[in-house]
């Protein structure tokens, strides 16, 4: 019988969403091991959950991102100034951890008026805090080892950790949200780095691991670990034939984000999930990101002007 470390799933309760954006925390001996800073508009609710918990933020010694979009690591650099904490993170991605400015200004133009909002602050991460990492890269704090994998086709800048046997895999493993009990994955395909051809080899790295747990930051700790991997292939496949299906039409982008957000509501509502799900998905995963991401990708890797 597998003995896994404790790992407490704190809900971040995104725009008063639960289930929609977790970080996991892990006890150790000298304090605590925050996987996923969160954005920076839900550091209260981070505080609140580590109160109830009996912990506080002074806590937390190391934090281990996935990746530097917002929703993962907007607090990071926060925590790092208040806990003194060392921030983990792909080699691609601690250029922006250490001067958000290019990063904020791009989602600026995405997010506009709801940017504050939405993500709070998001503060760079002092050098001397922070840990570049590379792939395969083992990470010892206390007794626990963490492995670091690149892992592309959601971002270039993304890893994922193993720690005995669980899998925490960010975005590549998948949207998950499981308060309906039905089993529904999609995946989060925003610009501009979404690649499924890149995706499938990190899936294809994954699989030659010894996972029995998988803890995807939207949402939970699973252990069907072969239907989920299996899931994320499963709908890089149906992502790409529906681009074959609707990408030569060329609609306007609002049109395609409506297209989107038809196709994967009514895939949904045909496994029976609750529309408190879908209301979830939405906010983790808003489909009008991965709208453009597949027009993006479409237009640069298939059909180039």
């Avoid at 002074?58 to 690591?73: N, P, S």
């Amino acid at each position: 019988m597998t003995h896994y470390p404790e790992i407490i799933t704190l809900d971040l309760n995104f725009q008063n969403c639960p289930n929609a954006i977790a970080s996991y925390l892990i006890p150790y001996q000298e304090g605590l091991i925050l996987i996923e800073s969160g954005p920076g508009s839900t550091q209260n609710e981070l505080v609140r959950n580590l109160r109830e918990l009996d912990y506080s933020l002074e806590d937390i010694t190391h934090v281990l991102l996935t990746h530097i979009h917002l929703d993962h690591a907007g607090a990071a650099g926060w925590l790092a100034e208040q806990s003194g904490a060392k921030v983990y993170v792909h080699h691609r991605g601690a250029p922006h951890m250490l001067d958000p400015s290019r990063l904020l200004a791009s989602a600026a133009r995405i997010y506009q008026e709801k940017m504050d909002q939405l993500w709070g602050d998001f503060l760079p991460v002092p050098e001397k805090q922070l840990v570049i990492l590379e792939d395969g890269m083992e990470i010892q704090i206390g007794s626990y080892t963490f492995r670091a994998l690149d892992t592309p086709g959601h971002a270039n800048h993304h890893m994922a950790y193993i720690l005995d046997e669980t899998c925490f895999s960010g975005d590549v493993g998948g949207v998950r949200i499981g308060s309906s009990g039905k089993q529904n994955l999609r995946l989060p395909m925003p610009p501009p780095e979404f690649h499924p051809p890149r995706w499938r080899e990190s899936i294809a790295k994954l699989k030659k691991e010894k996972i029995t747990r998988i803890a995807p930051t939207h949402f939970g700790i699973f252990d069907d670990v072969e239907w989920h991997i299996d899931s994320v292939l499963s709908e890089i496949d149906a992502a790409e034939e529906w681009m074959q299906k609707i990408m030569p039409r060329d609609l306007p982008i609002e049109d395609l984000r409506t297209e989107f957000l038809v196709w994967v509501r009514n895939r949904s509502l045909e496994l029976g999930v609750a529309e408190v799900t879908l209301d979830a998905f939405e906010k983790a995963n808003p489909s009008g990101m991965s709208a453009d991401g597949m027009k993006r990708y479409w237009e640069k890797y298939i059909d180039p002007q």
